[in-house]
């Protein structure tokens, strides 16, 4: 069993790796920005990151001396955490690919920012959030320490933070058109809004360029 947990975590590790790789070169390929966030702005939201990474990624650091298991492992958990990474990441990727080069890892505005409905934008909102999640859960389940549980939290609330930012830059942006942007699947829904802390209305269910 103990060969088996090594290399189903590995293959893993692996997912993740090609995942970054990936990343980091495709991130030369986009537009300039014509307004990027601030580095107190990307300190607000990154702190959780990085702390879900630290939690996840380097089982060293211990919150406290027991760091138990919350179920056994198997090859059964194993299998289930790599399918939910590859899955995760592949749809991390395909959505990236598609946003192309109005992607961007900072909050920021492009030269000529439009909206992005192909592939996966046409069926998920955020499907680059939501394949990395995808992905940390099947990790967490290959894991299965409080540890790892933790860490999941911690970057979904990195997540929300930073998509909550991207919005209100986008609606000020593009102002009425962000309205009339139809939401995955449907028409246009004007009534699906919440008031800003600025009095402007913000529709929660459209994105122009998503994650």
């Not at 399918?83 to 990727?93: D, F, K, N």
């Not at 540890?147 to 986008?170: D, G, H, N, Y």
Request: glycine fraction near 10%; proline fraction near 5%.
């Amino acid at each position: 069993m103990h060969g088996w947990m090594v290399l189903g975590r590995a293959l893993i590790g692996m997912v993740w790796a090609g995942w970054a790789a990936y990343w980091i070169v495709a991130a030369r390929h986009t537009l300039t920005n014509r307004r990027t966030e601030s580095l107190l702005t990307g300190a607000s939201y990154r702190v959780f990151l990085v702390l879900g990474v630290i939690l996840l990624g380097f089982p060293g650091y211990h919150l406290s001396s027991a760091n138990p298991s919350l179920w056994p492992q198997s090859v059964v958990t194993l299998a289930i955490g790599l399918c939910l990474a590859v899955t995760g990441v592949s749809i991390a990727v395909w959505a990236r690919r598609h946003l192309g080069k109005y992607w961007s890892g900072r909050i920021t505005l492009k030269v000529d920012h439009h909206v992005i409905q192909s592939g996966p934008y046409a069926f998920v909102r955020h499907p680059i959030y939501s394949g990395i999640l995808l992905a940390l859960l099947g990790t967490v389940i290959s894991i299965g320490t409080v540890q790892s549980c933790i860490a999941i939290p911690l970057m979904f609330a990195s997540f929300v933070l930073k998509l909550t930012l991207e919005e209100r830059w986008l609606c000020a942006h593009l102002g009425a058109e962000y309205d009339e942007i139809p939401a995955p699947g449907e028409g246009p829904d004007p009534l699906h809004r919440v008031r800003l802390r600025q009095g402007t209305y913000l529709n929660i269910r459209h994105l122009s360029v998503r994650r």
